[in-house]
């Protein structure tokens, strides 16, 4: 069974002013359509073509031989776990068990942006920036181009994608604008906390 593009969980022009209906004709419509196309004919009349991403993604992390697959895949889960990380109501603070993790973790709400801020700025390139779950706690990482944490054993709670295209329409090329936007009007926390409780 084909791959599909999956649709938005929100109208594209609902982030607006934050992020503009033409960001995500491009940045949906076509780069992560692009990402699905290719993984399927990468994977057709293969075993693979049966198999979930997250399949694809374990049985090819790491080999070289397969890397296209590998980056088609992370790329496709990747921006569908980021689509579901913005909210037209997003920004403010989390609450609940969310909450008290990060200040366990980071001493507070803005020690975690500090350094979720910190780690998008300085993914050198292409690439990501994350909140995850590791051996029960809570870490910022970044992964360049299309790595993904679950390639790694973390389970992802919250990302941005900082490749240029996801920006550069609403920014041009101001990424710190870009984050401070996202953690100040677009972050889901609510989205954070429901994989914060299925970890």
């Not at 990747?78 to 989390?94: I, M, Q, R």
């Amino acid at each position: 069974m084909a791959f599909e593009l999956p649709a938005l969980p929100f109208a594209q022009d609902a982030l607006e002013p934050h992020m503009c209906a033409e960001t995500l004709d491009y940045h949906h419509g076509k780069h992560h359509n692009t990402y699905v196309v290719n993984l399927n004919n990468l994977t057709k009349d293969s075993p693979m073509a049966g198999q979930s991403l997250e399949e694809i993604i374990s049985a090819t992390a790491g080999d070289a031989g397969k890397a296209g697959i590998f980056n088609n895949a992370a790329q496709v889960w990747n921006h569908t776990f980021f689509w579901n990380c913005l909210s037209a109501n997003g920004g403010g603070a989390p609450t609940g068990d969310l909450a008290a993790k990060i200040d366990a973790a980071f001493g507070s709400l803005d020690g975690f942006k500090e350094q979720f801020t910190q780690a998008a700025l300085t993914q050198f390139g292409s690439g990501w920036a994350w909140l995850v779950v590791e051996g029960g706690e809570l870490k910022i990482t970044k992964t360049a181009n299309a790595d993904t944490p679950i390639a790694h054993g973390q389970t992802p709670l919250l990302c941005i994608d900082v490749w240029e295209h996801a920006y550069y329409i609403d920014h041009r090329n101001a990424r710190p604008k870009f984050v401070e936007t996202f953690l100040g009007n677009l972050a889901n926390w609510d989205f954070a906390a429901a994989n914060l409780a299925n970890a």
